[in-house]
């Protein structure tokens, strides 16, 4: 069994990006990969006892509060360090980058998607339709897997809702192929296993409960300051090649769409995603 953990950034702002990263983790390493965040982040506020508080990630890296009485050049160390943690020993990142502008057109393009203006519930889909191709993929039947995100009370009934319904028009981002009289052809889904990697429901948590979704919440804020830093101005010198090296780390361990058959689905994500993010 897996288990995903998925917060997002930049739905409360003004810019125009919007990201949502889950970190996975296997259920024998779960135990281990949380004692070594809670480790991370009790030895941050041991030496800043008077910035502890949960730890969101934009706040944290510029300085808000209390967290402005730790020197930047620390808050950068620690974030890197977080950002090589998520990663190690097998730890694999789902998730997408949508732009709010392009997102609109998408969804007003006849695409007849099935989440009307929500690119929170759109992104939680796309995010776990990668998940389910990556684990449909998973031999010995050990495919199952457990989602976990922080808390959204608008949303979170509605993305269980669309996870146990399983709408067809999400078959396009984690169909397989199969050799059928010496050619490849797409197989189509049916209502036994459309998302049937994961656990038809969802779980929500308070972020401040649990360190892997303060880590979720760190992988979404790195990917959104790399994307908008392509399309403004620096807030100080390093920071596109600050943020770029961190997404460097990151990219290795993140799961792509790969190979699809081009359905409708596909081409609202091309052209919803932000131009910087490879689907």
């Known amino acids: 069994m897996k288990f995903i953990y998925v917060d997002e950034s930049g739905a409360s702002d ?3 990006v919007f990201v949502m990263c889950g970190l996975m983790v296997d259920a024998y390493k779960l135990r281990k990969k949380t004692a070594d965040f809670d480790a991370k982040l009790e ?5 800043h006892p008077g910035a502890r508080t949960e730890l969101k990630t934009k706040r944290f890296i510029n300085g808000a509060g209390a967290w402005g009485q730790i020197d930047g050049e620390e808050r950068k160390q620690f974030l ?20 709010f502008e392009a997102f609109d057109t998408a969804a007003n ?10 690119y929170w519930i759109g992104s939680a889909m796309f995010t ?21 995100m922080d808390d959204n009370k608008r949303e979170m009934a509605n993305y269980s809702d669309a996870l146990y319904s399983c709408d067809p028009w999400y078959d396009g981002l984690y169909q397989i192929q199969k050799r059928r009289r010496g050619s490849m052809v797409w197989v189509d889904r049916t209502a036994r296993n459309r998302f049937d990697h994961i656990i038809n429901t969802s779980f929500a948590i308070k972020s401040n409960h649990s360190s892997l979704v303060q880590v979720a919440d760190a992988l979404s804020y790195v990917y959104r300051r790399h994307l908008e830093l392509m399309d403004e101005a620096e807030a100080y010198p390093g920071e596109q090649a600050y943020y770029a090296g961190l997404v460097d780390i990151l ?15 596909n081409q609202f994500y091309e052209q919803a995603k932000h131009a910087g993010w490879q689907l």
């Open 14 to 16: 003004q810019g125009d």
């Open 43 to 47: 030895e941050l506020f041991a030496r």
């Open 80 to 99: 890197t360090e977080v950002c090589e943690l998520a990663v190690a020993n097998g730890g694999k990142i789902f998730g997408i980058g949508l732009s």
């Open 109 to 118: 393009n006849g695409h007849e998607h099935p989440f009307g203006n929500s």
């Open 128 to 148: 776990s339709s990668i998940v389910q191709k990556k684990m449909q993929g998973v031999s010995g039947g050990k495919g199952l897997t457990v989602v976990i």
């Open 251 to 265: 990219e290795r361990a993140r799961e792509k769409i790969g190979r699809t058959p081009g359905a409708v689905c």
